[in-house]
């Protein structure tokens, strides 16, 4: 089935530091594809997503391209603030049942 | 325009109570959805509303998890009776749209402890 693979957390960084969290996918068909945030205390967000291959999902600063070849859509940011502290979802929609598959999430921690 | 909507933001819980989550849906929503997230692991779906009606229900644990949607509006999910193992995260979301590239709104969750 249908499966969202996430590198594993925490992820420590200083701020202004560059941000890479990994996601790959594996999918029948051609799922869309998501990031979310949960911010401490707050539900989840929708930060950015992507609905075909070669799309590029970006929102405050993140950025994130849909890659078929390589099945992956990691998520960026060029320099990271202390408000950017949050845990990271990749999530995947199911074209035939519509749910969503998540990750197990990334926690970030960024340091002043 | 007011967000997905969850009551409670906790509860704490006996093993072998029974609690009753709530979920608002955005007004205009035809499309409702129940997740979980235990211990820290991933978010897992549970079931899928379309207007009143279970569209999928194959994330639904076993048969202590009851989930109604009355009229096609709000929804409530009920544990009956609670075990330790269904302590975490109950998150509700809601869409508009029937096509896989819909964006789903998540509320803010309903944190469960059971003891």
């Known amino acids: 089935g249908d499966s969202v693979t996430q590198m594993e957390g925490p992820v420590t960084l200083s701020e202004e530091a560059f941000l890479t969290i990994n996601c790959t996918y594996t999918a029948t068909g051609y799922p869309s594809l998501f990031w979310y945030v949960q911010y401490p205390g707050e539900g989840l967000q929708l930060l950015l997503k992507a609905t075909k291959a070669d799309d590029k999902g970006s929102n405050k600063g993140f950025e994130a391209t849909y890659r078929k070849e390589t099945t992956s859509f990691h998520l960026e940011k060029g320099s990271v603030q202390v408000s950017d502290s949050a845990v990271y979802f990749c999530a995947l929609s199911d074209m035939g049942t519509y749910k969503y598959i998540f990750g197990t999430g990334t926690r970030l921690k960024v340091l002043a | 325009e007011a967000g997905v909507t969850q009551f409670p933001s906790h509860s704490v819980i006996e093993k072998g109570q029974t609690v009753t989550l709530r979920c608002d849906p955005i007004?205009?929503?035809?499309?409702l959805y129940w997740y979980r997230r235990v211990m820290g692991k991933e978010i897992k779906f549970l079931l899928h509303?379309?207007?009143?009606?279970?569209?999928?229900e194959s994330g639904m644990p076993n048969n202590r998890f009851l989930a109604e949607r009355t009229g096609g509006t709000y929804s409530t999910l009920k544990v009956q009776p609670a075990e330790l193992e269904d302590s975490g995260v109950y998150f509700c979301?809601?869409?508009?749209?029937?096509?896989?590239?819909?964006?789903?709104?998540f509320g803010p969750g309903t944190r469960l402890l059971v003891l």
């Open positions: 509303f379309v207007k009143e009606s279970k569209q999928d």
């Open positions: 979301a809601s869409s508009q749209g029937l096509a896989g590239q819909e964006t789903q709104y």
């Open positions: 007004s205009g929503h035809d499309n």
